[in-house]
């Protein structure tokens, strides 16, 4: 069984920086993506950022310059580095990773929903003003 956890999640003012894990168990790599996903109330669930083990990393334009991914392959863990935090950041975040022959992609109505995707419960971010 697939498993995602996520933890780091919290509350913060803006221009501050949370780092959040991922620790992925049960699953095959390959050469799958695992990323994160954010959605805040009202909004659509939106791809944010991917990495696979060939550390090819791709972020959405919103975030860039402001979130890092990366992976320690040992742990099986995967983080996100969100610095320079802003309101608009504040959002549940999920960790995702690729289904059998299915591909990231965004955005989606609603994050947890999309079967062929494995899903964490999600973190919650919080950025005040």
């Known amino acids: 069984e697939v498993q995602l956890v996520e933890s780091g999640g919290g509350s913060v003012q803006a221009g501050g920086s949370l780092r959040l894990s991922c620790i992925i168990s049960g699953f095959t790599f390959g050469d799958s993506n695992v990323g994160w996903y954010r959605q805040a109330p009202g909004n659509e669930c939106a791809l944010v950022a991917t990495i696979n083990r060939r550390d090819y990393r791709w972020y959405a334009d919103s975030v860039k310059g402001r979130f890092t991914i990366s992976e320690d392959s040992n742990k099986n863990t995967v983080y996100l580095q969100i610095n320079s935090l802003k309101p608009e950041d504040t959002a549940m975040y999920y960790c995702?990773?690729?289904?059998?022959?299915?591909?990231?992609?965004?955005?989606?109505?609603?994050?947890?929903?999309?079967?062929?995707?494995?899903w964490g419960r999600g973190t919650q971010v919080t950025v005040s003003s």
């Open positions: 995702a990773a690729e289904g059998p022959g299915q591909t990231l992609f965004g955005p989606l109505r609603r994050c947890a929903a999309y079967e062929s995707i494995y």
